[in-house]
């Protein structure tokens, strides 16, 4: 199985590759519209938003949706579904290598994701054996915590976000990662919105600035 995706540009000859991963239920077209914000002049950059697959949701009464992996119960910092994100890092690992077959480095590509698709970029960066340029993790966490023993892309800067009045996935939850992460020597910009469960402009603004300063 391939992802399908939605690819957009904000120059010609793009100095990174950023690969965002939507939230449960949603799509590729969820993130799409921000692409503009990011225009930034001397970095070109290329957004790929894939599709998750099609699957049954436990919370959800079994209903298909696109999801990264299940969701069994409320306590969604409990019992990860392993095999699902297992399998979806797969997938997103071939887009990976995608980008690297059309030119880029591994060092040019950016992974980033909300919700569901922070979790998963989150369990990439901390599982590949190559260096990534960096993370963006919008209201995600942690979804399977034994497999940080890798100590993978530690000098790889890492920007995350999180709303202080997430109902979906608790602040408390996406702190909880943030420390962590921090405790295994990741690197970690952390920002918290009084927000619920979204991306605010600040934020959006907040993460332009990030890449500016990391990348420019």
Same mark, same amino acid.
């Given at each position: 199985?391939?992802?399908?995706?939605?690819? !957009?540009?904000?120059?010609?000859?793009?100095?990174?590759?950023? $690969?965002?991963?939507?939230?449960?239920? *949603?799509?590729?077209?969820?993130?799409?519209?921000?692409?503009?914000?990011? =225009?930034?002049?001397?970095?070109? $950059?290329?957004?790929?938003?894939?599709?998750?697959?099609?699957?049954?949701?436990?919370?959800?009464?079994?209903?298909?949706?696109? &999801?990264?992996?299940?969701?069994?119960?409320?306590?969604?910092?409990?019992?990860?579904?392993?095999?699902?994100?297992? =399998?979806?890092?797969?997938?997103? !690992?071939?887009?990976?290598?995608?980008?690297? !077959?059309?030119?880029?480095?591994?060092?040019?590509?950016?992974?980033?994701?909300?919700?569901?698709?922070?979790?998963? *970029?989150?369990?990439?960066?901390?599982?590949? %054996?190559?260096?990534? *340029?960096?993370?963006? &993790?919008? %209201?995600?966490?942690?979804?399977?915590?034994?497999?940080?023993?890798?100590?993978? =892309?530690?000098?790889?800067?890492?920007?995350?976000?999180?709303?202080?009045?997430?109902?979906?996935?608790?602040?408390?939850?996406?702190?909880? %990662?943030?420390?962590?992460?921090? &405790?295994?020597?990741?690197?970690?910009?952390?920002? %918290?919105?009084?927000?619920?469960?979204?991306?605010?402009?600040?934020? $959006? =603004?907040?993460?332009?600035?990030?890449?500016? !300063?990391?990348?420019?």
């Amino acid at each position: 199985m391939t992802l399908e995706t939605i690819e !957009k540009q904000t120059g010609d000859k793009p100095k990174l590759a950023i $690969i965002w991963m939507h939230g449960l239920g *949603a799509d590729g077209n969820d993130f799409a519209p921000v692409v503009p914000q990011f =225009n930034i002049p001397d970095l070109p $950059i290329k957004f790929i938003f894939p599709h998750a697959p099609k699957i049954p949701v436990t919370i959800n009464g079994g209903m298909v949706m696109r &999801a990264w992996y299940d969701i069994t119960m409320m306590d969604i910092g409990k019992h990860a579904d392993k095999k699902g994100v297992l =399998n979806s890092a797969l997938l997103i !690992k071939e887009l990976i290598q995608e980008q690297i !077959k059309q030119g880029f480095g591994y060092e040019q590509i950016i992974l980033a994701g909300f919700s569901q698709g922070s979790a998963m *970029a989150l369990h990439l960066a901390t599982t590949l %054996s190559h260096q990534l *340029a960096g993370v963006i &993790a919008l %209201s995600g966490y942690l979804p399977v915590l034994e497999d940080l023993s890798e100590k993978v =892309n530690l000098n790889t800067p890492f920007f995350m976000g999180h709303g202080t009045q997430d109902p979906v996935v608790p602040f408390t939850l996406g702190l909880k %990662s943030k420390e962590t992460l921090e &405790a295994f020597g990741y690197k970690i910009n952390w920002n %918290s919105y009084p927000i619920q469960h979204g991306v605010s402009m600040e934020e $959006i =603004n907040d993460i332009k600035q990030w890449l500016i !300063k990391t990348f420019v």
